[in-house]
Protein backbone atom coordinates (compact mmCIF):
# COMPACT_ATOMS: atom_id res chain seq x y z
CA UNK A 1 0.00 0.00 0.00
CA UNK A 2 1.12 3.78 0.17
CA UNK A 3 0.25 6.99 1.36
CA UNK A 4 -1.06 10.29 -0.33
CA UNK A 5 -1.19 13.60 1.83
CA UNK A 6 -2.50 16.52 0.14
CA UNK A 7 -1.84 19.63 2.64
CA UNK A 8 -3.69 22.52 1.76
CA UNK A 9 -4.49 26.16 2.92
CA UNK A 10 -7.37 25.29 4.75
CA UNK A 11 -7.36 20.79 4.69
CA UNK A 12 -5.20 18.28 5.06
CA UNK A 13 -6.29 15.51 3.90
CA UNK A 14 -4.86 11.76 3.55
CA UNK A 15 -5.21 8.47 1.45
CA UNK A 16 -4.56 4.65 1.65
CA UNK A 17 -4.17 3.48 -1.65
CA UNK A 18 -4.36 -0.78 -2.30
CA UNK A 19 -1.39 -1.77 -5.33
CA UNK A 20 -4.45 -2.04 -7.27
CA UNK A 21 -5.26 1.49 -6.58
CA UNK A 22 -8.09 0.78 -4.73
CA UNK A 23 -8.59 3.18 -1.98
CA UNK A 24 -8.70 1.77 1.49
CA UNK A 25 -8.74 5.04 3.29
CA UNK A 26 -9.62 8.76 3.24
CA UNK A 27 -9.91 11.26 5.68
CA UNK A 28 -9.49 14.99 6.37
CA UNK A 29 -8.69 17.37 9.11
CA UNK A 30 -8.62 20.85 9.58
CA UNK A 31 -4.85 22.44 8.59
CA UNK A 32 -3.36 24.57 11.27
CA UNK A 33 -2.67 27.83 9.34
CA UNK A 34 -0.16 29.96 10.26
CA UNK A 35 1.60 27.20 12.58
CA UNK A 36 4.47 25.49 10.88
CA UNK A 37 5.10 22.96 14.01
CA UNK A 38 1.37 22.06 14.43
CA UNK A 39 1.14 21.60 10.86
CA UNK A 40 3.88 18.87 11.05
CA UNK A 41 1.98 17.48 14.27
CA UNK A 42 -1.16 17.21 12.36
CA UNK A 43 0.46 15.17 9.12
CA UNK A 44 2.31 12.77 12.07
CA UNK A 45 -0.77 11.85 13.66
CA UNK A 46 -2.86 11.69 10.71
CA UNK A 47 -0.30 8.72 9.18
CA UNK A 48 -0.35 7.33 12.76
CA UNK A 49 -4.15 7.09 12.75
CA UNK A 50 -4.49 5.66 9.39
CA UNK A 51 -2.04 2.86 9.38
CA UNK A 52 -3.08 1.80 12.52
CA UNK A 53 -6.99 1.45 10.90
CA UNK A 54 -5.38 -0.36 7.91
CA UNK A 55 -2.43 -1.61 8.08
CA UNK A 56 -1.91 -3.62 11.31
CA UNK A 57 1.41 -2.85 12.14
CA UNK A 58 2.47 -2.34 8.69
CA UNK A 59 4.16 1.39 7.40
CA UNK A 60 3.92 2.50 4.28
CA UNK A 61 5.89 4.83 1.43
CA UNK A 62 4.34 8.63 1.58
CA UNK A 63 3.98 11.47 -0.89
CA UNK A 64 2.49 14.57 -0.03
CA UNK A 65 1.51 17.49 -1.79
CA UNK A 66 1.68 21.12 -1.13
CA UNK A 67 0.42 24.56 -2.95
CA UNK A 68 3.93 25.20 -3.61
CA UNK A 69 7.52 23.39 -4.13
CA UNK A 70 10.69 22.50 -3.11
CA UNK A 71 14.00 24.38 -3.86
CA UNK A 72 16.17 22.44 -5.96
CA UNK A 73 19.03 24.24 -4.52
CA UNK A 74 18.17 24.47 -0.65
CA UNK A 75 15.73 21.93 0.00
CA UNK A 76 13.54 24.62 1.46
CA UNK A 77 9.74 25.52 0.55
CA UNK A 78 9.52 28.05 -1.47
CA UNK A 79 6.33 29.84 -3.93
CA UNK A 80 3.60 28.27 -1.54
CA UNK A 81 0.35 29.73 -0.76
CA UNK A 82 0.16 28.23 2.70
CA UNK A 83 3.08 31.10 3.39
CA UNK A 84 3.83 29.95 7.13
CA UNK A 85 5.43 26.71 4.85
CA UNK A 86 8.02 29.16 2.82
CA UNK A 87 11.68 28.72 3.72
CA UNK A 88 10.80 25.43 5.90
CA UNK A 89 12.22 21.99 5.62
CA UNK A 90 9.46 20.13 5.36
CA UNK A 91 10.75 16.76 3.85
CA UNK A 92 13.41 16.74 5.92
CA UNK A 93 11.65 17.18 8.85
CA UNK A 94 8.64 15.28 7.87
CA UNK A 95 11.26 12.39 7.55
CA UNK A 96 12.05 12.66 10.73
CA UNK A 97 8.76 12.34 12.48
CA UNK A 98 7.51 9.98 10.49
CA UNK A 99 10.76 7.91 10.19
CA UNK A 100 10.78 6.82 6.72
CA UNK A 101 11.44 8.78 3.25
CA UNK A 102 8.89 10.95 2.22
CA UNK A 103 8.79 12.24 -1.53
CA UNK A 104 7.07 16.33 -2.08
CA UNK A 105 5.48 17.55 -4.97
CA UNK A 106 3.63 20.45 -5.92
CA UNK A 107 -0.03 19.96 -5.71
CA UNK A 108 -0.65 20.49 -9.43
CA UNK A 109 1.77 18.12 -10.45
CA UNK A 110 0.27 15.23 -7.91
CA UNK A 111 -2.97 16.10 -9.46
CA UNK A 112 -2.00 15.87 -13.35
CA UNK A 113 0.09 12.56 -11.75
CA UNK A 114 -3.31 11.22 -10.64
CA UNK A 115 -5.32 11.31 -13.87
CA UNK A 116 -2.68 10.41 -15.78
CA UNK A 117 -1.81 7.44 -14.03
CA UNK A 118 -5.38 5.85 -13.39
CA UNK A 119 -8.01 8.58 -14.02
CA UNK A 120 -9.31 10.96 -17.30
CA UNK A 121 -5.94 10.40 -19.19
CA UNK A 122 -5.08 7.06 -18.31
CA UNK A 123 -2.44 5.60 -20.85
CA UNK A 124 -1.73 9.25 -22.60
CA UNK A 125 1.99 9.70 -23.16
CA UNK A 126 2.01 13.57 -22.47
CA UNK A 127 -0.32 14.50 -20.14
CA UNK A 128 -1.24 18.41 -19.01
CA UNK A 129 -2.92 18.94 -15.92
CA UNK A 130 -4.83 22.04 -14.83
CA UNK A 131 -6.10 23.52 -11.74
CA UNK A 132 -9.00 26.01 -12.24
CA UNK A 133 -9.19 27.12 -8.48
CA UNK A 134 -8.80 29.75 -6.35
CA UNK A 135 -5.70 30.03 -7.83
CA UNK A 136 -4.51 28.54 -11.78
CA UNK A 137 -1.73 25.79 -11.79
CA UNK A 138 -0.40 22.95 -14.11
CA UNK A 139 1.58 19.96 -13.98
CA UNK A 140 3.32 17.92 -16.83
CA UNK A 141 3.42 13.80 -16.93
CA UNK A 142 5.46 12.42 -19.45
CA UNK A 143 5.25 8.89 -19.81
CA UNK A 144 3.82 8.46 -16.22
CA UNK A 145 6.62 10.18 -14.47
CA UNK A 146 5.95 14.00 -13.19
CA UNK A 147 8.31 16.63 -14.80
CA UNK A 148 9.88 18.78 -12.16
CA UNK A 149 12.90 20.42 -14.28
CA UNK A 150 15.96 21.78 -12.67
CA UNK A 151 14.28 25.47 -11.22
CA UNK A 152 10.96 23.13 -9.90
CA UNK A 153 8.63 25.21 -11.28
CA UNK A 154 7.53 22.98 -14.95
CA UNK A 155 4.08 23.46 -15.64
CA UNK A 156 3.62 26.98 -13.50
CA UNK A 157 1.66 27.81 -16.58
CA UNK A 158 -0.60 30.29 -14.44
CA UNK A 159 2.20 32.53 -13.63
CA UNK A 160 2.67 33.16 -17.54
CA UNK A 161 1.66 36.65 -18.87
CA UNK A 162 -1.81 36.21 -20.78
CA UNK A 163 -1.46 37.65 -24.34
CA UNK A 164 -4.03 40.12 -25.76
CA UNK A 165 -5.45 41.49 -23.18
CA UNK A 166 -5.98 45.91 -22.71
CA UNK A 167 -6.88 45.59 -19.11
CA UNK A 168 -3.94 45.35 -16.52
CA UNK A 169 -4.68 42.90 -13.55
CA UNK A 170 -2.27 42.47 -10.45
CA UNK A 171 -1.39 39.34 -9.76
CA UNK A 172 -0.15 38.19 -5.80
CA UNK A 173 3.03 36.98 -7.33
CA UNK A 174 4.47 40.74 -7.78
CA UNK A 175 3.82 40.54 -11.48
CA UNK A 176 0.62 41.54 -14.19
CA UNK A 177 -1.75 39.65 -16.10
CA UNK A 178 -0.86 36.34 -15.15
CA UNK A 179 -3.04 33.84 -16.66
CA UNK A 180 -4.27 33.43 -13.11
CA UNK A 181 -5.85 36.58 -13.12
CA UNK A 182 -8.18 36.10 -15.24
CA UNK A 183 -8.62 32.27 -15.14
CA UNK A 184 -9.24 31.30 -11.50
CA UNK A 185 -13.09 30.89 -9.83
CA UNK A 186 -12.41 34.25 -8.16
CA UNK A 187 -11.48 36.18 -11.53
CA UNK A 188 -14.18 34.42 -13.42
CA UNK A 189 -17.08 35.46 -10.52
CA UNK A 190 -15.64 39.02 -10.22
CA UNK A 191 -16.17 38.99 -14.41
CA UNK A 192 -19.79 38.12 -14.04
CA UNK A 193 -20.25 34.62 -13.22
CA UNK A 194 -20.56 31.69 -14.81
CA UNK A 195 -24.08 32.32 -15.14
CA UNK A 196 -23.65 35.15 -17.33
CA UNK A 197 -23.18 34.30 -21.35
CA UNK A 198 -21.06 37.59 -21.96
CA UNK A 199 -18.71 36.57 -18.85
CA UNK A 200 -18.51 33.10 -20.02
CA UNK A 201 -17.28 33.91 -23.30
CA UNK A 202 -14.80 35.61 -22.29
CA UNK A 203 -13.23 33.30 -20.32
CA UNK A 204 -13.35 30.46 -22.85
CA UNK A 205 -11.65 32.52 -24.92
CA UNK A 206 -8.85 33.31 -22.51
CA UNK A 207 -8.83 29.64 -21.84
CA UNK A 208 -8.47 28.82 -24.99
CA UNK A 209 -5.74 31.37 -25.68
CA UNK A 210 -3.78 30.21 -22.78
CA UNK A 211 -4.15 26.60 -23.93
CA UNK A 212 -2.76 27.10 -27.25
CA UNK A 213 0.74 28.41 -25.61
CA UNK A 214 0.69 24.82 -23.78
CA UNK A 215 -0.04 23.03 -26.72
CA UNK A 216 2.48 24.91 -28.85
CA UNK A 217 5.01 24.22 -26.61
CA UNK A 218 4.72 20.55 -24.93
CA UNK A 219 1.97 19.00 -27.32
CA UNK A 220 0.21 17.36 -24.87
CA UNK A 221 -1.88 14.19 -25.93
CA UNK A 222 -4.77 15.09 -23.32
CA UNK A 223 -5.32 17.97 -21.04
CA UNK A 224 -7.06 17.18 -17.90
CA UNK A 225 -8.96 20.43 -15.98
CA UNK A 226 -9.20 20.36 -12.62
CA UNK A 227 -10.34 22.70 -9.71
CA UNK A 228 -13.96 24.14 -8.96
CA UNK A 229 -14.42 25.91 -12.63
CA UNK A 230 -13.40 22.32 -14.35
CA UNK A 231 -17.49 21.37 -13.25
CA UNK A 232 -18.68 23.83 -16.21
CA UNK A 233 -19.12 21.51 -19.00
CA UNK A 234 -19.40 23.90 -21.45
CA UNK A 235 -16.16 24.54 -21.42
CA UNK A 236 -14.93 20.96 -23.01
CA UNK A 237 -17.02 21.64 -26.24
CA UNK A 238 -16.33 24.90 -26.57
CA UNK A 239 -12.68 25.93 -25.65
CA UNK A 240 -11.42 23.32 -28.75
CA UNK A 241 -13.28 25.42 -30.87
CA UNK A 242 -11.52 28.13 -30.06
CA UNK A 243 -7.62 27.47 -29.60
CA UNK A 244 -7.19 26.66 -33.17
CA UNK A 245 -6.72 29.89 -34.19
CA UNK A 246 -3.65 29.92 -32.05
CA UNK A 247 -2.22 26.81 -32.19
CA UNK A 248 0.70 26.33 -34.62
CA UNK A 249 -1.34 23.55 -36.55
CA UNK A 250 -3.65 22.77 -39.56
CA UNK A 251 -5.32 20.25 -36.63
CA UNK A 252 -5.14 20.06 -33.08
CA UNK A 253 -5.25 16.51 -32.07
CA UNK A 254 -5.27 17.23 -28.27
CA UNK A 255 -8.19 16.49 -26.35
CA UNK A 256 -9.62 18.48 -23.45
CA UNK A 257 -11.34 16.52 -20.28
CA UNK A 258 -12.55 16.81 -17.55
CA UNK A 259 -11.29 15.00 -14.33
CA UNK A 260 -12.20 11.53 -13.01
CA UNK A 261 -11.44 11.37 -9.65
CA UNK A 262 -12.59 14.45 -8.82
CA UNK A 263 -11.11 17.09 -5.00
CA UNK A 264 -9.46 13.64 -4.42
CA UNK A 265 -7.16 13.51 -7.51
CA UNK A 266 -4.42 15.79 -5.86
CA UNK A 267 -4.13 13.46 -2.94
CA UNK A 268 -4.47 10.05 -4.91
CA UNK A 269 -1.14 11.67 -7.12
CA UNK A 270 0.85 12.22 -3.68
CA UNK A 271 0.22 8.39 -3.54
CA UNK A 272 1.27 7.78 -6.65
CA UNK A 273 4.35 9.46 -6.44
CA UNK A 274 5.88 6.22 -4.99
CA UNK A 275 4.04 4.28 -8.29
CA UNK A 276 7.69 3.46 -9.83
Known amino acids: ?30 TPRGDYAATLATIAALVKSAE ?16 GAESRVTGLI ?40 DGAAAGAKVVFGVILGTGVGGGIVVN ?21 EDTERHCYCGRTNCIETFLSGPALAADGGAEDEAA ?18 IDPDVIVLGGGVSNLDRLYDRVPLLWGE ?4 DHVATQLVKNKHGDSSGVRGAAWLWNE
Not at 3 to 27: F, W
Not at 52 to 67: D, F, L, M, Q
Not at 246 to 249: E, I, Y
Request: charged share 20%; with cysteine.
Open 78 to 117: KNANSTWLIGQPLRADLEQALQRPVRIANDANCFALSEAT
Open 144 to 164: GQVLVGPNAIAGEWGHNRLPG
Open 52 to 67: AKVGAGRTAPIGVGIP
Open 246 to 249: WVFS
Open 200 to 217: MQRYEARLARALSQVINI
Open 1 to 30: MRIGIDLGGTKSEIIILGDDGEELLRERVP
